[in-house]
């Protein structure tokens, strides 16, 4: 491993890489929390065609803060990981609706181009979830998911 500045560069890594997890566990179960606290800001997302819309809210608001708190975990955190993964596949449908509703964006105060750059954050939240399972991955996995995480946080902090 390369020195830098006498340490190992790895540990940086290993330090960043433990942040991003704590951190991504922190804003899944503070927004699981939301999903009880404040329903109806989710209620508007939640395509037409579900009918039990509380329901679904309560449910993937249950699953963020379960999964987020697994996520710290390092013996439930692959397990965490992949069902942070099947739950944003999960609630892609919820952008989707966001961005053809004009009724879901006037209740979000965003635009339809802003709900349109909203969609393929879905992407990034996939791949650093992916990147939490396990401690190693592919140079290609681990790089791009440790810059990914950057513009992505700032992304979902100017919300």
Known sequence: MKKLNGIDSFRYYSLYKMATIYIMSLLYIAIGFKHFSDPNFFIEIVPSYISWKYEAVYISGFGEIILGILLIFKKSRNLASYGLILLLIAVFPANIYLYESEIAQQSLKISKNQAL???????????????????????????????????????????
Request: aromatic residues 14%; positive net charge; without cysteine.
């Open 117 to 159: 750059i909203r969609m393929p954050f879905q992407i990034p939240l996939i791949l650093i979830a992916y990147w939490h399972s396990k401690e190693k991955h592919s140079k290609k996995i681990s790089i791009s998911s440790a810059i990914l995480f950057i513009p992505t946080i700032i992304y979902f902090a100017s919300l």
